[in-house]
């Protein structure tokens, strides 16, 4: 199934001839640049998103195990649940913080505006 290959190559060929006579946009360089800074930041979040949740799973995993109350009413997956949502939370806040500030730095140092 899909596109057969000769049409495909006639539709690419045709575009691309189209695009060589459209004249650039002004913001082009701007929306690869911002497409590139989206890249570098998704890694790195990802990576200080991946400590925080491990940051944050290990004082609940003992907050779990260690108070009174917590060993008598929660069973083993009610207390996972718990430790599985503050490393998520975790996780996900620390992603966004960090590709949120990625993103401000790379529009302030490189654009030259101010917040």
Known sequence: MGIPSELRD???NKRQSYTSMMAASPNEERIIHSNN??????PEGFKAAAIYGVVAAV???IACRVIPWAKVN????????????ASIAGFFIATDQYILE???GNT???HGKSM
């Not at 800074?37 to 998704?42: D, P, Q, T």
């Open 108 to 110: 302030i140092g490189k």
């Open 102 to 104: 990625n993103a401000r």
């Open 59 to 61: 004082p609940t995993v």
């Open 37 to 42: 800074s989206i890249r570098e930041a998704v």
């Open 10 to 12: 006639a539709w690419v």
């Open 74 to 85: 929660l069973n083993h997956t009610a207390q996972a649940l718990i430790i599985s949502t």
